[in-house]
T-cell receptor
Framework: DGGITQSPKYLFRKEGQNVTLSCEQN?????MYWYRQDPGQGLRLIYY???????QKGDIAEGYSVSREKKESFPLTVTSAQKNPTAFYLC??????????????FGPGTRLTVL | ELKVEQNPLFLSMQEGKNYTIYCNYS?????LYWYRQDPGKSLESLFV?????AVKQEGRLMASLDTKARLSTLHITAAVHDLSATYFC?????????????FGAGTRLAVHP
């Protein structure tokens, strides 16, 4: 089955720790995205990647980092510089960022909690 | 700055009733998406509206797009409990050379007997 997987489903972080969230897709999509969702709010874009070895900052990139070494994978690291990281993180992919038909498909999400 | 506003933000409906959720946006776009999110779950794509006047229907939900008014509606007909969820609209705009999705804050729908 084609789809997007995220792991872990739940993640707990201590103050000052870096943690990495995994996102994998087997849809053969070129573009991948990371969003953050806070309770009762919509999604905000953290980073996006159009192709392998290339990525761009979204609206709230401070305190986060990403890599795109493989087409299928787009891991997100939440660094200690992110002061309020507790949130629900969603990974998405789409056929191509520059496509006029840019429907995005979402993974199941990772809920990160700072202890 | 593009703003996407949904209203109402919370909607409590009785089963069998009809209602409409509105999605207004502040800049030109001819592509709009509706998603559904169940509590603690991911987003599920409901409708993709690609042109002015587009109307799509799936079961008890019907979505429309008026690009001139910068307005999309999601109409619920004869609501049932299974429709209880949060509904998001997202507008596609060209930003920095790529197509970016801007999401509304979501409308939390609760359908009760």
């Amino acid at each position: 089955d084609g789809g997007i997987t995220q792991s872990p489903k739940y993640l707990f972080r201590k103050e000052g720790q870096n943690v990495t969230l995994s996102c994998e897709q087997n849809l053969n999509h070129d573009a991948m995205y990371w969003y953050r969702q806070d309770p009762g709010q919509g999604l905000r874009l953290i980073y996006y990647s159009q192709i392998v070895n290339d990525f761009q900052k979204g609206d709230i990139a401070e305190g986060y980092s990403v890599s795109r070494e493989k087409k299928e994978s787009f891991p997100l690291t939440v660094t200690s510089a992110q002061k309020n990281p507790t949130a629900f993180y969603l990974c998405a992919s789409s056929p191509a960022v520059f496509s006029s038909y840019n429907e995005q498909f979402f993974g199941p999400g990772t809920r990160l909690t700072v202890l | 700055e593009l703003k996407v506003e949904q209203n109402p933000l919370f909607l409590s409906m009785q089963e069998g009733k009809n209602y409409t959720i509105y999605c207004n946006y502040s800049t030109t776009s001819d592509r709009l998406y509706w998603y559904r999110q169940d509590p603690g779950k991911s987003l599920e794509s409901l409708f993709v509206l690609l042109s002015n006047g587009a109307v799509k229907q799936e079961g008890r939900l019907m979505a429309s797009l008026d690009t001139k008014a910068r307005l999309s509606t999601l109409h619920i007909t004869a609501a049932v409990h299974d429709l209880s969820a949060t509904y998001f609209c997202a507008v596609s705009i060209l930003s920095g050379g790529y197509n970016k999705l801007i999401f509304g804050a979501g409308t939390r729908l609760a359908v009760h007997p």
